[in-house]
Every structure is written in structure tokens, then in C-alpha cells.
């Protein structure tokens, strides 16, 4: 058996340094500097870069053929905890993947292991996750102090902030209607360090709150509707401002944050925009978005790490967004959101094309605990033209535009003619109408790259042709992975696939639409999967499954003699206490392979019942063969095994962090009355239980128990 810890998601970090660790050869170490702040940089080997819930890791120096293995742990933490798997990223020539659920300021390490064809490396590398909130300038500005109505240019008013002192704007008391010859309501131009909040706007002719090449900034908790241009001319069922316009109305925003890196959005509301997007029967929807990204800020260091968090983004039936999140640049490696970013605990509904665009870069961009529903698609990615993304955790659900036609709650395409990223989907729940993904074309290509695991698509509506499956993948790459999602067809009660050998295998519950119509109704949707479906860093197993504890008195009866060291085999169970006498070696086999890495406690209160014998203690074994490396001694007039822990009582009582005692895997819990004296020795086992942290142990293949979370568990109430 395998155990995995429920994470509960939290926050990540800024300043980053690494340190050293010296092996002797074949085993090699990274040296490096502090760095101060932001990516950690060694442009030629490496790079780390933190975000509020995640960090990015890329490897340059290796090549494919490398085996890579990265594990991570909190700086204050004995065990090792394996990370997501590293992705060969084709565009840099390298290895990458990220980090997710981790905590706010924290120091963590990653240990970097490294098989190449004649060597073996491990590099220790350090980094601390950025806090929860920026630090802040002892003096807030208060907007109601220097605001006269329309629209404000907060350049002309306040000056940049630096790191350790955030220059806070603070609209509480203020409503802002922009001026009607104003793109924008409020501009931050190119401003630095500076933390927006409390900011209410009902009115911009364009743009509620505009930025252009700023970088570290912060918006929290503002209100912005009544926003865009309203069309006075429609032709061909598109809106433009006037007789005069060649260009319908497009790219307005609630926010519009060009040109610019390094923002964090979060707890603020964008809703109600000035005109409704078109849909698609009258040619690509045009209109407003809630959000609107270009990330390419002229610094490329600067250069996306976006955090749009815990918000509401919604339009309405009557209007709609052309996108509810959109990206500039779609078909650039530097389009969208271009690199490590996080979108998470957001409410966002009510568009005619996309709800989330994601298009262009992607290269580390996560998107997680979203609630994503009425869009003609849920989440484009077409194309992904760096990679990896990922996408889990998300509930897409009743999409539909406002003639309730609906496409796909993935869009992907694109990999060949706007090369190379893959998209790794996990733990997502879908239930709509539409697919669960299919192509966009992109140049003319609609192949796509996608790993698709434990995710659950229960799909609405079929015609045998375009609509109703889990995924519409007509290109069939040959890179695609599709496993253990579980699906059904509500419309038919069956298995619709588009290709029958698509899967390399299906969750036992595809085909049974009594019980995921069951699941889909509860409010926190738990999936049973195999434990070698668990995805190290990523699944979330219910809290119930996430620490284990196994008494071996009360599975006495596992116990087995162990090798030629047992000459008694003299044991038995009573009163609660486990017993042994004589000459008594007693292997109790633990649920799996267990690694030094795992997070494995042992406690014990034992009791020397008569004379001293010559060993007490235990060993952790992987053959019959007894090990001095592998013992534990606790008391015993014998010098056998580390003896940090050794005592000449007869009173035993302790925990033992396994982790830092033993150096490599093992298979079994060896107890140990070592008496060939044949002296009146007995002990008293009252309490021998050896405690596992779920996350950190492999996954065992025969393990079939473990219950994942599937979806978001955002909290909404629907509009």
C-alpha cells in the first residue's frame, strides 16, 4: 500500500538562493550564490521560479536521455517528498515541471538526482516561497484624499514602491466613473510595486483599471462594471461604436494589464461590461473580457508570473464576455500568459467564446479550483507553444453560449503548426454538453498534445459525429496519454469514445451513469483510483486516507520468524501486550517498499521483563540477512547496531523518526529479543505502531483503496 497527505492549498514565495552539499565521485554538487529575489538564475544550468502557490524548476545542462527524479521538503522537515515528474521542454532543450501546494514563506529544498550514462549526480538546491501578501509602505493613500472625479492617471499622484515597501492606494469611500474621452478609469502606466485595493469603478469607456509595462502589481479586492464601449451600429449581427468605424468592438476589458509581469489579482469582482460579445454564427465572437493579459513586459525577467486568484469574473445571459479571462498574442511563445502563473479559486462564467484563454506560451502556467461554466468553451489552450501546462482540480460545467451551443470544455490544437507544448489534465470534473476536449484549428492544424489522467468527464448530448465524447481527438497523436479517467455519455448511458484503443485503460466506474451522476451531486466529489494512479505533488486524497497508522501488536498475527537469527519463535498477544521470550527475531512486513525519503514514525513502550538480554531494538530490513547498518538498538548488554538511542532501563518508551536512521529502502520491521544466553528474558510490548504521512511513499500498484479529490472545491453561489 501507498499513502499520500491531502495538501490544502496555500501560498508560495520570492527570494530564492541555493545551497551546497559535497559527494565524493561518482555523486557531484551544485554550488551557487544567493540570489535576492525573484527567479533563481543560473541562466547556462538551471532556473526556479516561486509563485504565492507553486515554483517552476527547468534544468538546461542535461540531455534527454538523462533519467531526472526531483524530490522536495520543507527546510525544517527529516523526509523527502517526490514532485511531479520532469517534462523534456523541446523548446529550451531541457527538463522541466512544477511544484504545487506548498506553503507561504517557507524554506524549502529539492534534491535533483541524475542518471546519465556514466554517472550518477544529486544537486541540493534551496528556495523560499513568497508571502501571502507584499510588504507595505508605513503610509496608505487613501484616494478620496487627491481624487476630484473621472478618470485618474496614479503616475501623475504617487511614485513606485520597492520590494520591502509596496506603495498602497487605498479607494475605500471613492466611486470612479471614468471620463468618456478616457480609455481608461484608473492607470497605473509603468509603475512599480504598487497594491491597488478597495478600488470601485461604474464607469470606463474602455478599460477600468489599465496598465502598461508595470511590473509587481497587486490588486485586491476591487469592484469594476459599466465598462467598455456601447455600440451605436451593428452590421452583421457585430457591434461598432459609430457609422464611421471599420472595426467592430473588441479587446475592452475590466482590467487590461499591457505589456506588463509579475501581477497578482485577487477577491475582486468584474462584472456587468457596457455590450454584449457576439457568438459565433456571426463569425469569431467580439466584445469585452473581464480580465485582459499581455504579459510580454519589455524586461523578459519580468515577463509573466501572473496570479489571478480567489475571484469573481461573470457576465450575464443578456451580456456576455467575448472572453471571460483573454490573452493577447495567441500564436507567439510569448502570447497569453507566456510562463509560470497560476489561475485558482475563481468563479468565471458567461461568455461566447472562451472562458479561459490560455493561448500562446504556457510554459508552467497552472490552472487550478476553478469553477468554469457557461462559455461556448471552458478553457482554450490551442495552441500550447512551449509547455507544460497544468490543468486540475477544475469543475467545467452546463457550458453553452446565449444560443446554448457549446464546443468543448479543453480546446487544443496547433502542435505542429505553432509548435511544441504539452497540456497535463488531472482531477478535473466535467459534466456538460459539447466534449470534454476537442480541437481548435490553429493555421490549419488541430493535432494536440495532452495527458489526460483520474479526471472525470460525464458528457452530455451525442450525434455520432462531433459531439459527446471525453475527447474529439481526430488527429490522434501519438504522444497523447489518456488514463483512468472515468466517462460516460449521460445522453446514451454509455462509453462514447472516438477512438476504441484511446485509453490505455478506463476507471472502473466509465459506463455506470447511476454512480457518476451519483458522484457528480455531492459537494465534495471523491474518486476511488489505484495507487498508481496517485500523481506524486498533484492528487489530493481525502483527509481520511492521508495519515496511517499500523499497530503491530494488533497484526500480531503478521508477524513471521525472521531468518536463521530466530531460534524461538516465542510470542504471543494478552491483555493488549505483545510478548516475546527465548531467543526471539520477529519480521513484521510492512505495506510496501518503504524509502528512507518516506516520512515513517515508530513508537514504542516496551518493558525488560527479568534479565537483560543481550540486543533489544529493531531493524529495518529488506532480506533475511540481519544487518548492523539496519538496527536500532535500545538497551542490551551487547555493542550491536547504532546505539544513539541506547539505554540500560528497563523501561522503554519513544518515537523514532525512521528517516534518520536508515539510508535506503526497506520491506520489513524487524523486532529483536536477541537472547543465546538463554537468560529469563522477556519484553512486554505495550505500544509498537509505526506511523505513515501519506505523501511521501511510492504508490503501490496492488493498492486500489485510495480516494482522490476530483473538481474544485470552490464554495460559489451561482448567479
Avoid at 474621452?181 to 509603468?190: H, P
Avoid at 508570473?305 to 498574442?329: A, H, L, P, T
Amino acid at each position: 500500500m501507498s499513502y499520500y497527505s491531502k495538501f490544502i492549498i496555500i501560498c508560495f514565495s520570492l527570494t530564492v538562493f541555493i545551497c551546497s552539499t559535497v559527494y565524493s565521485s561518482p555523486v557531484h554538487s551544485v554550488t551557487t550564490a544567493l540570489v535576492s529575489q525573484g527567479t533563481t538564475i543560473d541562466a547556462d544550468r538551471y532556473t526556479i521560479t516561486p509563485l504565492i502557490h507553486s515554483a517552476s524548476l527547468t534544468f538546461f545542462e542535461y540531455n534527454e536521455s538523462d533519467v531526472l527524479r526531483i524530490e522536495y521538503k520543507a527546510s525544517t522537515e527529516t523526509h523527502w517528498r517526490p514532485a511531479h515528474e520532469f517534462i523534456w521542454d523541446s523548446v529550451n532543450f531541457a527538463f522541466t515541471t512544477s511544484m504545487v501546494h506548498l506553503q507561504a514563506s517557507t524554506d524549502y529544498d529539492v534534491r535533483l538526482t541524475v542518471d546519465s550514462a556514466d554517472s550518477t549526480e544529486v544537486h541540493y538546491l534551496h528556495f523560499l516561497t513568497r508571502v501571502d501578501y507584499p510588504a507595505l509602505a508605513p503610509t496608505v493613500l487613501y484616494l478620496e484624499d487627491f481624487y476630484t472625479g473621472g478618470s485618474i492617471d496614479l503616475e501623475q499622484f504617487v511614485s513606485s514602491g520597492t520590494p520591502e515597501a509596496y506603495t498602497v492606494i487605498d479607494g475605500r469611500n471613492v466611486v470612479i466613473e471614468g471620463d468618456e474621452d478616457s480609455t481608461f478609469a484608473v492607470s497605473i502606466g509603468a509603475l512599480e510595486y504598487v497594491l491597488l485595493k478597495n478600488i470601485t469603478i461604474e464607469h470606463a469607456a474602455r478599460f477600468g483599471i489599465f496598465a502598461s509595462n508595470a511590473s509587481n502589481i497587486w490588486i485586491d479586492n476591487c469592484r469594476i462594471s459599466g465598462f467598455g464601449r456601447s455600440p451605436t451600429v451593428y452590421r452583421d449581427g457585430l457591434g461598432y461604436e459609430d457609422e464611421t468605424s471599420t472595426n467592430p468592438i473588441n479587446y475592452d476589458a475590466g482590467i487590461y494589464l499591457q505589456r506588463s509581469g509579475v501581477v497578482t489579482v485577487e477577491n475582486c469582482e468584474i462584472f456587468s461590461p457596457n455590450m454584449g460579445a457576439n457568438n459565433w454564427s456571426y463569425g469569431h465572437p467580439n466584445g469585452s473580457s473581464a480580465l485582459l493579459v499581455n504579459a510580454k513586459h519589455n524586461n523578459p525577467s519580468l515577463q509573466g508570473q501572473y496570479i489571478i486568484r480567489n475571484n469573481r469574473f461573470y457576465g450575464s445571459e443578456d451580456k456576455r464576455f467575448n472572453d471571460v479571462i483573454e490573452s493577447r498574442s495567441n500564436v507567439s511563445r510569448t502570447g497569453g500568459f507566456i510562463r509560470d502563473s497560476a489561475i485558482y479559486g475563481n468563479y468565471l462564467a458567461y461568455a461566447n467564446d472562451d472562458i479561459l484563454e490560455l493561448d500562446g506560451g504556457q510554459h508552467n502556467v497552472l490552472v487550478y479550483d476553478n469553477e468554469i461554466t457557461q462559455g461556448y468553451c471552458g478553457i482554450s489552450l490551442a495552441p500550447n507553444m512551449h509547455g507544460p501546462s497544468f490543468i486540475f482540480n477544475n469543475t467545467i460545467h452546463d457550458l453553452g453560449d446565449d444560443r446554448d451551443s457549446k464546443w468543448a470544455a479543453f480546446k487544443m490544437g496547433g502542435l505542429f503548426a505553432a509548435p511544441e507544448g504539452q497540456s497535463f489534465l488531472y482531477h478535473n470534473l466535467v459534466y456538460t454538453g459539447g466534449n470534454g476536449i476537442a480541437p481548435g484549428r490553429i493555421r490549419g492544424d488541430s493535432t494536440f498534445w495532452v495527458n489526460s489522467q483520474n479526471n472525470i468527464y460525464a458528457i452530455s448530448g451525442f450525434n455520432g459525429s462531433n459531439r459527446g465524447y471525453p475527447s474529439y481527438d481526430r488527429e490522434a497523436y501519438t504522444g497523447n496519454h489518456y488514463s483512468n479517467d472515468a466517462v460516460i455519455n449521460l445522453t446514451t448511458g454509455n462509453i462514447e469514445l472516438y477512438l476504441d484503443d484511446m485509453y490505455e485503460k478506463l476507471h472502473p466506474l466509465s459506463g455506470n451513469l447511476e454512480a457518476i451522476n451519483r458522484l457528480i451531486e455531492q459537494d465534495n466529489v471523491i474518486l476511488d483510483i489505484e495507487g498508481n494512479d496517485v500523481i506524486p505533488n498533484f492528487s489530493r486524497l481525502q483527509s481520511d486516507d492521508s495519515n496511517i497508522e499500523l499497530s503491530v501488536i494488533q497484526g500480531a498475527e503478521q508477524l513471521i520468524s525472521y531468518g536463521s537469527q530466530d531460534e524461538d519463535n516465542d510470542h504471543f498477544v494478552s491483555d493488549s501486550s505483545l510478548f516475546l521470550r527465548g531467543n526471539t527475531w520477529l519480521e513484521f512486513p510492512l505495506p510496501s517498499e518503504v524509502s528512507s525519503n518516506d516520512s515513517l514514525s515508530l513508537s514504542y513502550e516496551i518493558s525488560v521483563l527479568g534479565e537483560m538480554p543481550e540486543i533489544v531494538g529493531f531493524a529495518f530490513e529488506n532480506d533475511t540477512d540481519p544487518s548492523r547498518s539496519r538496527t536500532i538498538q535500545l538497551a542490551g548488554t551487547q555493542n550491536y547496531g547504532d546505539r544513539s538511542l541506547y539505554s540500560n532501563s528497563t523501561s522503554l518508551r519513544g518515537t523514532i523518526d525512521v528517516s534518520n536512521f536508515i539510508d535506503n529502502a526497506f520491506t520489513s520491521l524487524v523486532l529483536i529479543l536477541d537472547n543465546d544466553r538463554n537468560l529469563e528474558s522477556t519484553l512486554k510490548i505495550e505500544k509498537l505502531s509505526l506511523a505513515f504521512e501519506a505523501d511521501s511513499i511510492s504508490p503501490n500498484p496492488d493498492d486500489s483503496h485510495k480516494k482522490v479529490l476530483i473538481g474544485s472545491n470552490l464554495a460559489t453561489s451561482h448567479l
